[in-house]
């Protein structure tokens, strides 16, 4: 499975970003899909993720501002992020996890978001 990552960028404080990541198999292979991101000096952690039946995850910090979605068609997963703070900064991995016993793990390149003015 192989994960494409874009649409990060700098935005001001209170702006939005849509992430996208391209999967390179059918969503309805893997187990669950979603964003983690690493600031520097931080542990990486996990922003969202969708899982197979719908179950949405959400990192206490980001709750009402991001939103997890995914488009079966085009094998593609969204994060829309909106009212972004200079703490979002990081970078952010598309990963994805498949297997029976959820034993892979996939994850894409990061896409740098900077939230600056």
């Known amino acids: 499975v192989q994960l494409q990552a874009s649409g990060g960028g700098l935005v001001q404080p209170g702006g939005s970003l849509r992430l996208s990541c391209a999967v390179s198999?059918?969503?309805?292979?893997?187990?669950?899909i979603g964003w983690y991101r690493q600031a520097p000096g931080k542990e990486r952690e996990l922003v969202a993720d969708?899982?197979?039946?719908?179950?949405?995850n959400y990192a206490d910090s980001v709750k009402g501002r991001f939103s997890i979605s995914r488009d079966n068609d085009k094998n593609t997963v969204y994060l829309q992020m909106n009212s972004l703070k200079p703490e979002d900064t990081a970078v952010y991995y598309c990963?994805?996890?498949?297997?029976?016993?959820?034993?892979?793990?996939?994850w894409g390149q990061g896409t740098q978001v900077t939230v600056s003015s």
């Open positions: 969708i899982h197979s039946n719908g179950i949405t």
């Open positions: 198999e059918s969503l309805f292979s893997l187990n669950a």
């Open positions: 990963h994805a996890n498949s297997g029976t016993y959820y034993e892979y793990d996939y």
